[in-house]
């Protein structure tokens, strides 16, 4: 089965411009996230997406930034304009979660990331 | 705010021994943790977990253990190997909204 898959996994832009991350999650995975993860730290929720709700925005600089789930599958994250200091890794995540995936489980999986340098 | 906090930025040992990582947490709330596992270029993988209604989970070379009273938890792994070289992050949730909190991981380094 294949796992979450990101594109692109490199991307380098100037800043100012725009960027767009893709995530496809696990067949079948109701929750999808989008986490940011800078040098030397563990990964921060950006967004999460229950279907095609967005259930947790509260992390999401919302004044740059955009994510959409429309058909409640793939899921895109925009940033738009960037900024030197948005340079990171973006993951993104899947579960199966809810009574579907029983209580105590809901395990995310995460994928490769996007490495992304604004110069 | 840290909720998840992991001191030890890194820890090396010897092939065959065994390696601890240590994490402690501040939110009594959370009744869920992880680790994962995270090789260069690679998104983190699920290595194990604990409710918080037990104080041990043993998984292979793999044991993870819970102390809800110090909000400590510590993974061992034994043996170690090469192949165990990695960063891994300690991770904490609450109930059931899947809302994780990570820490900033450990680079395990296992010499040959």
């Known amino acids: 089965e294949a796992g979450v898959v990101q594109s692109p996994r490199y991307k380098i832009i100037e800043k100012k411009q725009p960027v767009a991350f893709w995530c496809n999650p696990i067949s079948g995975h109701n929750t999808l996230y989008w986490y940011l993860q800078n040098l030397g730290q563990g990964p921060e929720l950006l967004i999460r997406?229950?279907?095609?709700?967005?259930?947790?925005d509260s992390q999401l600089p919302k004044d740059r930034f955009s994510a959409e789930r429309l058909k409640g599958v793939d899921s895109t994250l925009k940033i738009q304009p960037a900024e030197l200091g948005d340079s990171a890794v973006y993951l993104c995540a899947s579960s199966l979660t809810g009574l579907a995936g029983g209580l105590g489980t809901d395990t995310q999986y995460f994928g490769p990331g996007t490495r992304l340098t604004v110069l | 705010d840290q909720q998840v906090k992991q001191n030890s930025p890194s820890l090396s040992v010897q092939e065959g021994r065994i390696s601890i990582l240590n994490c402690d947490y501040t939110n009594s709330m959370f009744d869920y943790f992880l680790w994962y596992k995270k090789y260069p270029a690679e998104g983190p993988t699920f290595l194990i977990s604990?409710?918080?209604?037990?104080d041990k989970n043993e998984d292979g070379r793999f044991t993870v253990f819970l102390n809800k009273s110090a909000k400590h938890l510590s993974l061992h792994i034994v043996p170690s190997q090469p192949g165990d070289s990695a960063v891994y992050f300690c991770?904490?949730?609450?109930?059931?909204?899947?809302?994780?909190?990570f820490g900033a991981g450990t680079r395990l380094t296992v010499k040959p």
């Open positions: 991770a904490a949730r609450r109930g059931n909204n899947n809302d994780m909190r």
């Open positions: 997406y229950e279907n095609e709700e967005a259930v947790d």
């Open positions: 604990i409710s918080s209604i037990k």
